[in-house]
């Protein structure tokens, strides 16, 4: 059985001006000690999706259907109180601004202290002694000293680490980090990364990764799941996504990756802004700014099929599969020169 199993998941916001469908139909499975990485622009449900499966979406104006299945137990119609236990001891999860997770005002100790009291019925002594070792493991030098400091004592990059030291205080079998790294510079996002891929080979957790960057993608994901308003669009693994990408959508994800040794001039953007989804365009939702958009992709909607070389490779596109090939291999080429 897997760890979890996303079915149809269908997520609808009520506003004044009418329903967004912030996630429609869309289906993943998360295997223990897995990373899937969840890539797209901001908006396009990723966000929304993970949100939903963890119970957190405001109550007044959602709709949600479909199922996640958590061991295959339906987390869309669990109890509240179930939920909570679940998210506290099996699923935990990290955000982008530490800050606006972390206490100002109470030391780092004192808050995984507290955390660890919620979950464990341990003396305050044993709960500091596990709050150390967790500051250890996640690399924060002087953690004896540093476990007295308050957050703004810490860069953003410690206290990212103490995030995630917040995240593994129950040994989750499932880490959520929605843009873990994308506050923080270059080289303390690869630190950052190498720390998640480090501390999932000791704590074996699986990981969903929500990113709007394919490089983090590339470090970390062993599945990958294209978004692109509120849909899948591609899914794959790693080394396919990378290798035979098939969807004209991640072409230009692709192709706005910066890589240190080429030519910024050779960067491209994918043209115009992601639609409403308020009214999200017919057909393809891609085709206002797809430049392979043919008659068809305006009026008939793209089903998420196998490619017809990998059964696992999953892709929602009219484009025949001679011109994908063709176009993911210019692709390749140009990466590798
Ligand atoms: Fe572009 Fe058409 Fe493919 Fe959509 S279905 S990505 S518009 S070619």
């Given at each position: ?242 290798n035979r ?9 692709m ?7 080429a030519?910024?001039?050779r ?58 090939d063709r176009e993911a291999a210019k692709l390749a080429e140009m990466a590798a020169s």
């Open positions: 059985m897997a760890l979890l199993e996303v079915k149809d998941l269908r997520t609808q916001f009520h506003t004044d001006d009418g329903a967004v469908k912030a996630v429609d139909g869309v289906n993943f499975t998360v295997e223990k000690g897995q990373t899937l990485g969840i890539v797209g622009e901001s908006g396009c449900g990723k966000s929304v999706t993970n949100l939903t499966i963890m119970g957190l979406n405001p109550k007044r104006n959602t709709v949600s259907s479909g199922q996640a299945l958590w061991k295959g137990e339906d987390l869309l119609t669990a109890k509240a109180g179930r939920l909570r236990d679940i998210r506290g001891n099996e699923i935990s999860m990290i955000f982008q601004d530490p800050m606006t997770s972390l206490n100002p005002v109470l030391t780092i100790g004192k808050q995984l202290v507290e955390a660890i009291q919620i979950h464990r019925d341990v003396s305050k002594r044993v709960a500091r002694a596990r709050a150390l070792d967790l500051l250890k493991a996640v690399g924060i030098p002087r953690a004896e000293q540093r476990i007295d400091d308050y957050p703004h004592q810490f860069s953003g990059g410690m206290r990212q680490r103490v995030m995630i030291a917040m995240a593994l205080i129950n040994d989750p079998d499932l880490l959520i980090a929605d843009e873990p790294t994308t506050a923080l510079d270059v080289t303390t996002q690869a630190q950052i990364l190498s720390l998640m891929k480090r501390l999932q080979e000791d704590f074996g957790s699986a990981i969903i990764m929500v990113t709007h960057d394919l490089g983090v993608i590339a470090e970390i994901a062993d599945d990958v799941v294209v978004m692109y308003a509120a849909k899948i669009v591609e899914h794959a693994n790693v080394f396919d996504l990378f990408p098939q969807h004209p959508y991640t072409w230009g994800l192709g706005s990756l910066p890589r240190l040794d030519d910024v001039e960067l491209t953007q994918i043209p115009g802004q992601p639609p409403s989804l308020l009214r999200p365009p017919t057909g393809c939702r891609f085709h206002p700014r797809c430049p392979y958009v043919m008659e068809v992709c305006k009026t008939k909607e793209p089903a998420l099929l196998p490619t017809a070389r990998d059964p696992n490779h999953l892709q929602a596109c009219h484009l025949d599969e001679e011109t994908k």
